[in-house]
């Protein structure tokens, strides 16, 4: 039987319209960040990206320290700090705060950390209204999906598409025009900034030496959503903070390069606490939502760990050949793309979807664009070491396994190698063609013959090079 | 005395493309080297180890550094292959110090083509000929992982006959993978086509790489869609006169 995810992928494959708008749309970012990372205009960025991998290391080794260094900053700025073991205690600390401010709108920016754990969904059982105030995101929960990129969440949506959502749910008249659609978008909007009660955000980078929340963005929807309402919460992981305000200097100028080839984004905000007496403006309240969920468990992991270096870019998606071809859902998990493939298994655990990080050639460009160099393909491989080792035992990989250890058995007998290619040529030889393959049971093990057939031919097999070497030898000699 | 070359022709070479391996001899004997076949190679392990099966990797790598023990040079003409055992034997034996020494040892003494003839045999004209347009495929591992991508553009700038042509999207992986190409037939068939839509908008009569792999999964793809591409090994391309 073809599994769930086999054929979810098919069907993205067989939508010819679908396949070509994600590629040309990553191509695009490709192009985007090619030109501003290019040794003329960027001469030191394999310097900074070699630098950002270390404070990132040297954060994480130390970030016992850091924690307690951000968490009295935050609160020395008037702000307060709230440690969530799980997805679960934040949303039961922003549903309480709700209920103590008597709140019933929350407006949101982009967060991916809200999106692992369901904030939206969660908070909405509450009868709280939480509007996503991020263009894309908006669509995105208009059209009750999860985002399809960790930059980009609507990329799959073409412009009628965004049409036919804003229609069926805002009553409004079909509208293709992009520029007008965010003019619809932004209507809604305005009026919800203003109406909300709580804003809730991200955080690009929680900065320890002095407690500031960094955003990063391009629409200003980030700096309204913690400016106008009275009480902010910013929730973010606990791989987010870095030592110094100084160091995003280094973080700043990778983000918007790797993401979308932008120097800087539109909007970079530092918040440090609610409003004092004499600012113009400001929350009165001001939270920090600390999240480990998982965190902590991939952090004592020395090898692993660096996969909490990752300042979601989406770098690796844009430029990773799979992602292109199969797009943002086909990915068990809200994080998708190469990182995607190392983080789900190591927070969901490795059994939950076993055929994950094996969904990868190893091309390594998702590592070469990587503004933190994790070392994605390396940790793909221990990836799929640990996952079957943890499926010993299990009838899930029985025949494979058993090829492997056959394979592994006359790999190291030359006479037995030789006489199986032998073998094997002399009964491709005969029929190269697919009619004789489907007519084996399936119990010979041949599926990956039939998978290699199912896309392209195989060469006509014949005589191997070491019996032509052979022959050659007896020629010369 | 001329210098003694061992030929790791790889398990794809020797069972699908034995004209590779031919050319590879070929080309380093008429520049001067002596050319072995140690006859107990099969393969480098690669496949058990991107798989996730590590310890049977371990036993053919075992049997491959047993192999060539006593090589000077070894010369593949696989990129792929050459980056498992140069890049990924030392750390497939991080817990067996003597068989990680062994692998160290010889990581130093393992070429790919490309690399062996610029930087060890310091060559950029090997004397070739070849009439056509051709274009040049990076395989993912020569690129990022050995580095390579100079070398063999230098090599064949200098092929006579032959104009080089940069396809789109040349860096971008053929899809092959290793199992990859078996467990996600869909998704590598679908990086293959992009490969030969791309050879096609660029209008070559050949496409040139260093790995025999991704030569397989192109050659297939190409001769699936009867596309009149040809495809070539480097050491063919450098082997014709």
């Keep these: 039987m073809t599994p769930l995810y086999q054929i979810n992928i098919r069907k993205t494959l067989a939508d010819e319209h679908l396949e070509e708008a994600i590629y040309a749309a990553t191509g695009r970012l490709m192009d985007h960040r090619r030109k501003v990372v290019a040794p003329e205009v960027l001469p030191d960025y394999q310097e900074l990206r070699e630098q950002a991998r270390r404070i990132k290391q040297h954060t994480l080794e130390n970030l016992d320290y850091y924690l307690e260094q951000f968490e009295q900053q935050v609160t020395a700025r008037g702000g307060a700090l709230v440690w969530a073991r799980e997805g679960s205690e934040a949303v039961d600390f922003l549903a309480e705060l709700a209920r103590r401010k008597q709140a019933r709108l929350i407006v949101k920016s982009k967060s991916m950390t809200t999106e692992e754990i369901g904030l939206r969904e969660r908070l909405e059982h509450h009868n709280l209204e939480i509007v996503e105030t991020d263009l894309g995101e908006y669509i995105i929960q208009l059209a009750h999906e999860k985002p399809y990129h960790i930059v980009a969440p609507a990329l799959h949506k073409t412009r009628y598409e965004v049409s036919e959502i804003f229609s069926r749910r805002l009553g409004v008249a079909a509208e293709a025009v992009p520029e007008k659609q965010t003019e619809i978008a932004r209507q809604v909007l305005r009026q919800k900034f203003l109406a909300a009660d709580i804003g809730v955000t991200g955080a690009n980078f929680l900065v320890a030496d002095s407690g500031a929340v960094v955003l990063v963005e391009n629409e200003g929807n980030a700096r309204l959503t913690s400016s106008a309402p009275r ?33 800087l984004t539109v909007y970079t905000s530092l918040l440090a606490g609610p409003r004092r007496p004499g600012d113009p403006d400001g929350p009165e309240e001001f939270y920090v939502v600390l999240l480990d969920n998982g965190r902590t468990r991939v952090l004592a992991d020395r090898d692993k760990r660096q996969s909490l270096y990752c300042i979601r870019c989406g770098a690796c998606l844009n430029h990773c050949p799979v992602y292109r071809r199969i797009g943002g859902h086909n990915y068990p998990w809200v994080y998708s793309g190469p990182i995607g493939k190392i983080l789900s298994p190591q927070f969901q655990g490795l059994t939950q979807d076993p055929w994950l990080p094996f969904a990868s050639s190893l091309c390594g460009a998702c590592a070469e664009v990587c503004p933190v160099k994790i070392e994605i393909p390396r940790l793909l491989l221990d990836l799929r070491a640990e996952i079957v080792k943890a499926q010993q035992g299990e ?34 030889g005969e029929e190269s063609g697919q009619s004789w393959i489907s007519r084996l049971p399936a119990g010979l093990n041949i599926g990956p013959l039939r998978a290699w057939l199912s896309q392209r031919d195989l060469p ?9 070497w052979r022959l050659r030898s007896s020629r010369v000699g | 005395m001329a210098a003694r070359v061992s030929l790791f022709v790889t398990c794809i070479v020797d069972q699908f493309f034995p004209r590779i391996g031919l050319a590879t001899a070929e080309l380093l004997e008429r520049l001067g080297y002596r050319v072995e076949f140690p006859e107990g190679q099969t393969c480098c392990g690669q496949p058990a180890f991107n798989t996730g099966y590590r310890e049977q990797a371990r036993q053919v790598a075992r049997h491959f550094l047993e192999v060539f023990q006593a090589a000077e040079h070894i010369v593949s003409p696989s990129a792929s292959c050459v980056s498992m055992v140069k890049n990924h034997y030392p750390e497939l034996f991080n817990k067996e110090p003597e068989w990680q020494q062994r692998a160290r040892s010889l990581a130093g003494r393992i070429w790919e083509l490309s690399q062996f003839l610029t930087e060890v045999a310091r060559l950029e004209d090997v004397g070739a000929r070849l009439e056509g347009v051709a274009a040049y495929h990076d395989g993912c591992h020569a690129l990022r992982e050995l580095g390579v991508r100079e070398a063999p553009r230098r090599l064949l700038a200098r092929v006579r006959g032959l104009k080089l042509r940069e396809m789109p999207g040349a860096e971008e992986c053929c899809g092959f993978g290793g199992t990859f190409s078996v467990k996600f037939p869909e998704i590598s068939g679908a990086m293959a086509r992009r490969k030969i839509q791309a050879l096609c ?36 391309v450098l082997a014709s006169r």
Excluded at chain 1, 403 to 426: C, D, H, I, N, S
Excluded at chain 2, 202 to 208: D, L, M, P, Q
């Design chain 2, 201 to 236: 908008e660029s209008g070559v009569e050949y496409v040139i790489s260093a790995d025999a792999s991704c030569l397989m999964q192109i050659q297939g793809a190409l001769s699936r869609a009867a596309l009149p591409v040809r495809t070539l090994h480097l050491a063919e």
């Design chain 1, 460 to 468: 006509p097999p014949g005589r191997s090079f070491r019996q032509l």
């Design chain 1, 231 to 263: 009480v902010q919460v910013a929730i973010a992981g606990i791989e987010k903070l870095i030592p110094r305000a100084q160091d995003l200097a280094v973080f700043l100028k990778l983000l918007g390069r790797s993401a979308t080839g932008q120097p």
């Design chain 1, 395 to 428: 009838n899930a990989n029985r025949w494979e396994r058993l090829a492997f250890r056959l394979w592994a058995w006359v790999m190291q007998r030359p006479k037995l190698y030789e006489l199986a290619g032998t073998v094997a040529a002399a009964v491709l």
